[in-house]
């Protein structure tokens, strides 16, 4: 647009008063931000003792219901289907730890009814 073209308007325009930035501006910005609740405090009211009491409270009950429902299964094993473990063990090897067993049993008797151990 033109001057020329709307010359009343121009005129009007020109006789408007100028709007300039007040000088306390910094001063009204600054107080604004400081009235303004900051992240701190956000995070105060969340994890006020009001809120944080209550939460935890039922978060201890839920953890001790399930651990007094937790019931480890117990693991049975069938003569018809051993694991591979068992499967692969000889039935010699038990002869040989039954009599391992016996030697250590007759050993521990030993120690404790010879004089020589008991004394220091």
Same mark, same amino acid.
């Given at each position: 647009?033109?001057?020329?073209?709307?010359?009343?308007?121009?005129?009007?325009?020109?006789?408007?008063?100028?709007?300039?930035?007040?000088?306390?501006?910094?001063?009204?910005?600054?107080?604004?931000?400081?009235?303004?609740?900051?992240?701190?405090?956000?995070?105060?009211?969340?994890?006020?003792?009001?809120?944080?009491? *209550?939460?935890?409270?039922?978060? &201890?009950?839920? +953890?001790?219901?399930? @651990? !007094?429902?937790?019931?480890?299964?117990?693991? /049975?094993?069938?003569?018809?289907?051993?694991?591979?473990?068992?499967?692969?063990?000889? *039935?010699?090897?038990?002869?040989? &730890?039954?009599? +391992?067993?016996?030697? @250590? !049993?007759?050993?521990?008797?030993?120690?404790? /009814?010879?004089?020589?151990?008991?004394?220091?």
């Amino acid at each position: 647009m033109k001057r020329e073209d709307d010359q009343e308007l121009w005129d009007l325009l020109g006789s408007a008063p100028q709007l300039g930035v007040s000088p306390f501006f910094s001063r009204n910005v600054v107080r604004r931000v400081r009235q303004e609740s900051g992240w701190s405090e956000t995070v105060s009211q969340w994890f006020s003792a009001r809120r944080l009491i *209550p939460v935890s409270s039922f978060a &201890v009950a839920v +953890l001790a219901a399930a @651990l !007094a429902i937790h019931r480890p299964s117990n693991i /049975t094993i069938s003569q018809d289907n051993p694991p591979e473990l068992l499967a692969a063990i000889d *039935p010699q090897d038990y002869e040989v &730890v039954v009599d +391992l067993d016996d030697l @250590l !049993a007759s050993e521990d008797d030993n120690v404790w /009814t010879e004089n020589e151990s008991l004394s220091l």
